[in-house]
């Protein structure tokens, strides 16, 4: 259910996104993981207290403050050396005052580390609509700083599509820009090429059975499922539960502040990666001319599930040929358009849900791979891992060497079912198409209960509780085509 309601085409409903506190959650989420992972240093019960604190108290005041049509704070290398302009240009913040000046260079190189994209922005709006001794607060607190830049961030996404002008001036950026912000800076912004808002949450780009954030509009609902997904994601880590949507390598590394790289497009476009790996070995083989005659650009068009526009890689994009000497680069920048740029937004709000229940440190030792298997575990199942943790109660009244024979039959027909035959049978018993990836992930363990004979019923389940019932057949072939018949007519139920 879960699976299906984030990939539904419906309209999405008005969702609140507010913050759950990390206080409750902290404590315990460190557990979970620890047999997974090393054990991190639980933050601080004065510093949760005052996270906690904070938003029951003065968040929704405070938001109410944040205002998108604020100034921009400008930082230039003489705005942190001094808080007068002494220069013949004319002072690029003459409307702060001096006061508001200082704390600005404070809190902007603060706000970049969070949104680079929209520093000055955000910078602004907080020195603005927050009084000053809320703003040495949150200078000296950096979690109350996070969730304020989160809260400013959202009010500038939900005005972004009403405005041309604001969404010119949030991405108004530095000398030091990187090229995701120039692009958004473009008269096509990628807000107005986004598609329908609509759209599913996530789709499957390369047909393998693993999911990323499909692009959308970024309106408040949409980006507000998004963290409520990673929230999602969050309490089935901390419970020891499989989520039901396995996600492409690039989104999970995403989520644990790892850096994406473009072979990790093969996880995400194997059929564009093969081709651009062919391109840059041909150039290496064939010389310059090669890359020449291919005619490449600086810019790219998008499938149609991604919004069938055309976007520059770089300023004018379309007007700069690929050559030899920066075919490499168009190659990075062709990667991380497609899986980081295009969906930047979705995939912060993806990762601010996640450690809304989770500590920020608690996925700090977890690799992709160790990542994936601790949510989705394992889809290939290993029929002596299930005989291990399985175990078998008797209601047939049947004598012992009865029994003892029938559990050979189980178990010898489950090994000679096909991987599908296996995920249904281990869907159809507890609820999950994967096993999980310990003994511990099962709550409660797997259990078989041998029912007295009867060779008219179906084997029938109750998924609460990880039980399977299964009448005592009269024969190996009896017991396979009933448990064949069951997992496809999915007699769920309690018996």
């Not at 991405?171 to 808002?197: A, G």
Request: hydrophobic letters at 35%; charged letters at 20%; glycine letters at 4%.
């Amino acid at each position: 259910m879960t699976a299906k309601a984030i990939l539904s085409e419906e309209r999405l409903p008005v969702l609140e996104l507010g913050a759950y506190g990390a206080s409750s959650t902290a404590q315990s989420a460190s557990g979970s993981l620890s047999s997974h992972a090393q054990r991190q240093q639980r933050p601080s019960r004065e510093r949760r207290t005052t996270l906690a604190t904070y938003l029951r108290s003065d968040r929704r005041s405070s938001s109410m403050l944040l205002s998108s049509e604020a100034r921009p704070f400008k930082f230039t290398a003489s705005t942190d050396s001094s808080t007068t302009n002494t220069n013949s240009e004319p002072n690029i913040n003459e409307h702060w005052t001096p006061s508001k000046i200082k704390l600005g260079v404070s809190i902007y190189p603060k706000v970049a580390a969070i949104q680079p994209f929209h520093a000055e922005k955000i910078t602004g709006m907080l020195l603005e609509g927050l009084p000053t001794p809320q703003l040495q607060r949150i200078i000296n607190i950096d979690e109350d700083l996070r969730v304020k830049v989160e809260e400013a961030m959202n009010i500038l996404t939900s005005h972004s599509s009403r405005d041309a002008q604001q969404t010119d001036s949030l991405t108004t950026t530095t000398t030091t820009t990187t090229t995701n912000e120039r692009l958004l800076t473009n008269k096509n912004s990628l807000f107005d090429k986004q598609p329908n808002e609509y759209a599913p949450l996530f789709w499957q780009p390369d047909k393998k059975g693993v999911y990323a954030p499909r692009p959308g509009k970024h309106t408040s609902e949409r980006l507000t499922a998004y963290r409520n997904v990673g929230r999602l994601i969050g309490l089935c880590l901390l419970q020891n539960e499989l989520f039901p949507l396995p996600l492409c390598r690039h989104v999970i590394k995403y989520i644990l502040n790892r850096s994406v790289r473009w072979h990790d497009l093969a996880f995400f476009d194997s059929t564009m990666y093969e081709n651009l790996r062919r391109t840059a070995y041909d150039a290496e083989k064939n010389g310059p001319q090669y890359i020449n005659d291919l005619h490449l650009t600086f810019s790219l068009a998008v499938t149609e599930k991604e919004g069938s526009e055309t976007y520059d890689l770089v300023t004018d994009g379309s007007l700069k040929d690929v050559t030899y000497s920066n075919l490499y680069e168009f190659i990075k920048r062709y990667a991380e358009f497609r899986m980081i740029t295009l969906v930047e937004q979705s995939l912060q709000h993806l990762r601010l849900g996640v450690f809304d229940v989770l500590p920020s440190n608690s996925l700090d030792y977890l690799s992709p791979e160790d990542f994936r298997l601790l949510l989705n575990g394992t889809s290939n199942i290993n029929v002596t891992t299930l005989m291990a943790y399985t175990t078998f109660n008797d209601e047939s009244g049947e004598n012992t060497e009865r029994i003892n024979q029938f559990k050979k039959w189980f178990w010898s027909v489950l090994e000679k079912f096909n991987a599908v035959e296996r995920q249904d049978l281990v869907y159809f018993w507890t609820g999950s198409p994967a096993l999980p990836a310990s003994e511990a992930g099962f709550q409660p363990q797997p259990s078989v209960t041998i029912r007295p004979a009867d060779d008219q019923h179906l084997p029938t389940a109750n998924t609460c509780i990880s039980r399977l019932y299964v009448p005592l057949y009269s024969s190996k072939n009896i017991l396979k085509l009933k448990l064949q018949y069951a997992i496809k007519t999915k007699m769920f139920g309690f018996v």
